[in-house]
């Protein structure tokens, strides 16, 4: 791991140029690729279109990995974790100390994310950017809070643009170490109570939707709390401060620090052309996000399963993206990219390992 602390000094104008390097870096998807995994999936033993949707993720990692037959084994869970002063207004069923709690959970490796990701063989690393409270050192945890905790949105900005860069360019540190310790596959997770009020203000106002239609039950709250996060949320669109059009304003007024920083890891897993794998929908907040910064990013990106948060469709209907599963998971921590990783795995395989018909002397 580089030092990532170091991100947290530098200045202002190196914190954007660091940023704009970053959204500069990301490669086009490569087309050709793609379409000569599409012609082998053709030719492959097997009625034509039989492996449904693997089809289709096999030649979307060919052109995400720029080759015809990838070959994506290494994966990585990062769990970007950080506290939200929205809490204050009742909008989680959970209060804000099961975040640090749960932050130990993954670091003793007995959380849902630490048994989905070893049953696939994914590394976990949790990157704190902003719990409020001292978490102890830890080989699996990059510790660099940007600020205790964001701003309660339904009054402030979460977060200002220096702070929001600072945690972007964190992510993005963290994923470039991954990348580097061998991860093609990327999973961006994240653990914060609170944080299903803030992804729902960052998607109701990218994709112009009202709060009621992405605000959803979270951990799981009552009719009494749901009516109060959409006030919540609708109190935060109407303080007027961000513009739709302007993805970084919006991560910035209406966002937090794991959002912020999951937005720099799937940035620079697409610019270091690996497979960007969405979990559930505070991810989503962060993808749409993503998207808006930089138009090539979003072929890199997988979307996992269907999750149960209202506003998940429309957020990977945006993306022109479909779920490969629908389990009913409502979880976040990226259990539900974790278990996406053997399913891209399983479609590459098929390309590099299967006999077309005249390879297998098969007649057609
Ligand atoms: O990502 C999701 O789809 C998702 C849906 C519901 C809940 N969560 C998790 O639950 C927490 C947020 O829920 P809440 O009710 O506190 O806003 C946070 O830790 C998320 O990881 C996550
Ligand atoms: C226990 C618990 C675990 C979680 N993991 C992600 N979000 C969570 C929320 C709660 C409440």
Redesign the pocket.
Known sequence: MHDHAEVIDVASDALESSFERLLSSIPAFDEAASRAAYARQAELTKPAGALGQLEDISARLAGVFGEPTPDPRGAAVIVCVGD?EV?REG????PSE??PA?VNAFLSGHAAVNAIARSVNASVTILNVGVATTLAPHPSLVNAPVRLGARNIRVESAMTRSETLRAVLLGADVARSAVEGGADLLVA?????????P?AAVTARLLRLSPEAVT??????DDERWTR?VEVVEAALSRGASSADDPMEVLADLGGFEIAAMVGVMLQGAACRKAVIL??????AAALVAARLAPNFQAFLFAAGL???RG?RAQLNALTLSPMFDLG?????GT?GALAVPLLRAAAATLREMRTFAEAGIPR
Request: charged share 20%; proline share 0%.
């Open positions: 939200h809490t909008v989680s069923a959970y099961v975040t749960m997770g994240e653990m914060g109570i609170g944080n299903t009020t992804a959803g039950r979270g951990t799981g709250i996060k979990d559930g929908f505070v991810e989503g999750c149960a948060e998940h998971l409502r979880l976040g921590e539900g």
